[in-house]
Structure formats: structure tokens, C-alpha cells
């Protein structure tokens, strides 16, 4: 992140205001996912629990409020650095929605985008698109998960904070 932001800075002065304008392109935030059911080898009654846990995922989608991710951009550092952030998360999710997961897998993309929550929103102009987006890469993993099971909050919470840390004292050292 800090080399994409020195690359910026380059280029661009730093912008003393912050706006989000929203766009009038057709920049869809939908994104499309497939309607196959994975094939479980058990009984109709798990492929019919199945089905409805997709039915009700699509339909919450329905009416969730739309978040507008491709927005037009100044030509600022932070414009910039956002649009940056957005198409990363973006690819992100394009990518989990073509993989398919174990238990371990999911539970790593789960900790992974919990963990990039905060330094995330520090650097983007708009928080709510960083959390839709790491909300939509999470239900991505979880639809395309032999068994999505996530992991509980307190051992999230504990792992992050154990990370978050380690890095401090990384770079406490790293200074001397």
C-alpha cells in the first residue's frame, strides 16, 4: 500500500478536499454469480437447504442498498488511491467467486478481510464501499465452500490483534 501511495504521490499533489461524487456512468455493483447448486452427494433435503440458503442470499442482495464502487474520479491522491483500493477488492471478490474453498481456505479469506477492514478505511474516502466489499468477498468464499464454517469472534479477534502486534513490533525494530 505504501508503494502505490508514493507512486501517486509522484504524480499527483495532495488534494485538500475530499468529495465523493457519485457517478453517472451504468457502473454495476451487482455482481453476477452462479446459480449452480455444488453437487452434494447426500440427500435431497441438503440440496433443497441448499437451494433456499441461495434463494435467500439473492433475494437479501435484492434489497440490500446499493453502493456505488466505479465512481468518477479527481484528480486527487486520495481520489485515486480509493479507485485503486476498490478495483483491487473488486478483482478480489471475481477471483474467489471462480475458486472453490475448504473449511481452512474460507476461514483464511474471512480473517484476511476482517484484518483489511481498518487500514482499508484509513486510506479510502468512502468506508461503506470498503465494508460491501469485503462483505461481498466473504459470501463469495462462503457460496463457494465445501463446508463454510467462519471462524468464532473471539479467535478472529485474537488472531488480528496478535497480527496488528506483530507488525508494531516489526516495525518498532525495523527503525533501529
Request: net charge positive; with cysteine; aromatic share 6%.
Amino acid at each position: 500500500m505504501k508503494t502505490v501511495e508514493a507512486e501517486v504521490q509522484q504524480v499527483l499533489n495532495q488534494g485538500s478536499t475530499r468529495k465523493h461524487r457519485r457517478s453517472d456512468s451504468t457502473g454495476s455493483t451487482n455482481s453476477s454469480r452462479s446459480n449452480q447448486i455444488r453437487d452434494d452427494r447426500g440427500n435431497r433435503s441438503s440440496k433443497h437447504r441448499a437451494r433456499s440458503r441461495l434463494l435467500e442470499s439473492h433475494m437479501a442482495k435484492l434489497f440490500k442498498q446499493k453502493v456505488e464502487i466505479f465512481t468518477k474520479l479527481e484528480y486527487t491522491q486520495e481520489s485515486v488511491i480509493s479507485a485503486i483500493v476498490k478495483m483491487c477488492l473488486k478483482g478480489f471478490q471475481e477471483y474467489v467467486r471462480l475458486e472453490t474453498f475448504s473449511r481452512s481456505g474460507f476461514q483464511q479469506i474471512h480473517l484476511d478481510t476482517q484484518f483489511l477492514r481498518e487500514p482499508l478505511k484509513d486510506v479510502v474516502e468512502d468506508e461503506a464501499v470498503i465494508d460491501f466489499l469485503l462483505d461481498e468477498v466473504c459470501v463469495a468464499a462462503a457460496e463457494r465452500c465445501l463446508d463454510p464454517i467462519p471462524l468464532e469472534p473471539a479467535i478472529l479477534d485474537k488472531l488480528i490483534h496478535a497480527k496488528i502486534a506483530k507488525n508494531l513490533e516489526n516495525n518498532v525494530s525495523s527503525l533501529y
